[in-house]
């Protein structure tokens, strides 16, 4: 079946640091690909998302690219700020979002000033 | 606009209980959604509603859970019996028939469950 394979945490890292979280994922056919943020306290909110391959997801920062030649959708920051303390979920879904998300099993992430 | 609500945001019972979880998705959204995340694993998905109808509940572990939509407005999850290993966080989450171009699922804070 699908499934997504995301890198293990805990990860922590200073304040203006280089942030990659690896990604990668299994699926038949062609999936959406998305990364969703769960900050503390709250529900899970979607941070980017790309609809096919090649494409570039981007928000407040963030990028991740989908690489169908190695199924894999990492996701990255240049300067990763303590406000970016949350948890992060790799997930897929086809039909452009109408079906299931499979999610990978997130990793947390800390960011100390 | 009100999103995802969910209660209640913690549940504490006793193995063998029965426990009811509430979901209010967006107004006007006909897909709601419920998933689990048990001891830190992977989101995983649950069942499936397209209005009052279950689209797809291939993720429902066993008959001890039981999910309904009436009117497809809001949607309860019952336990019953509760087990320990259904202890965890219970997500739901919405999105429209139809978005443009792409069905954006909005999720809710969770219900925290633990089973003693």
Redesign the interface.
């Known amino acids: 079946g699908d499934s997504v394979t995301q890198m293990e945490g805990p990860v922590t890292l200073s304040e203006e640091a280089f942030l990659t979280i690896n990604c990668t994922y299994t699926a038949t056919g062609y999936p959406s690909l998305f990364w969703y943020v769960q900050y503390p306290g709250e529900g899970l909110q979607l941070l980017l998302k790309a609809t096919k391959a090649d494409d570039k997801g981007s928000n407040k920062g963030f990028e991740a690219t989908y690489r169908k030649e190695t199924t894999s959708f990492h996701l990255e920051k240049g300067s990763v700020q303590v406000s970016d303390s949350a948890v992060y979920f790799c997930a897929l879904s086809f039909n452009f979002g109408n079906e299931k998300l499979t999610f990978g099993t997130g990793t947390r992430l800390t960011i100390i000033p | 606009e009100a999103?995802?609500t969910q209660f209640p945001s913690h549940s504490v019972i006793e193995k063998g209980q029965t426990v009811t979880l509430r979901c209010d998705p967006i107004s006007g959204h006909d897909?709601l959604?419920w998933?689990r995340?048990v001891m830190?694993?992977?989101?995983?998905?649950l069942l499936?509603f397209v209005k009052e109808s279950k689209q797809?509940e291939s993720?429902m572990p066993n008959n001890r859970f039981l999910a309904e939509r009436t009117g497809g407005t809001y949607s309860t999850l019952k336990v019953q019996p509760a087990e320990l290993e259904d202890s965890g966080v219970y997500?739901c989450?919405s999105?429209p028939l139809r978005?443009d171009?792409?069905?954006?699922?909005f999720?809710?804070?969770?219900t925290r469950l633990t089973v003693l």
């Open positions: 999103g995802v897909n959604y998933y995340r830190g694993k992977e989101i995983k998905f499936h797809d993720g997500f989450a999105s978005g171009p792409y069905n954006e699922q999720f809710g804070p969770g």
